[in-house]
């Protein structure tokens, strides 16, 4: 598993850019206690416009429900560049998505905010269920979703 996240941020580095300068940044998405199945994430970094530049994990693996990620679907237009080897299982109820990637610096302290979209079969989809500025000072503080997330964390 540790293999997969050490491919999957040099992935991410050059995707994001050419630059050599680059922090590890790890996310933890803890859901809520909710009745239902496996939770869609859609994990994905905006400007200060609120434009889409990418997506940084996709939780759920069936794409015909990804349009349920409405705030991502439309930035990425489900492109599937957008998400190739970049997606993983759906999340249940009360566990905790955690993650670790490569991050630009540039990116950071620069105006662009994480958007956590979140979507459950037959229930609401959750449009910008978290929305948080990727600071410095932001990081290691929790903040609370409006759907099913509970609580969402970065770290450098």
Not at 101 to 120: P, R
């Amino acid at each position: 598993m540790r293999k997969y996240f050490v491919v999957f941020g040099l992935v991410m580095t050059m995707f994001f850019s050419a630059t050599a300068s680059a922090r590890e940044v790890t996310f933890d998405t803890q859901l809520t206690n909710y009745r239902g199945d496996g939770a869609y994430l859609a994990i994905y970094l905006t400007d200060s416009n609120g434009v889409y530049q990418g997506t940084l994990w996709i939780a759920g693996r069936d794409s015909e429900y990804y349009k349920h990620l409405r705030g991502w679907a439309r930035g990425s237009r489900m492109r599937r560049a957008e998400y190739d080897g970049l997606t993983g299982a759906s999340i249940t109820s009360g566990r905790t998505l955690t993650m670790t990637m490569n991050i630009d610096d540039s990116f950071i302290d620069n105006g662009y905010e994480i958007h956590v979209d979140t979507a459950v079969e037959d229930r609401r989809d959750n449009r910008s269920d978290v929305m948080v500025p990727l600071t410095s000072e932001g990081a290691g503080k929790p903040v609370a979703g409006r759907g099913y997330v509970k609580s969402f964390t970065y770290n450098f």
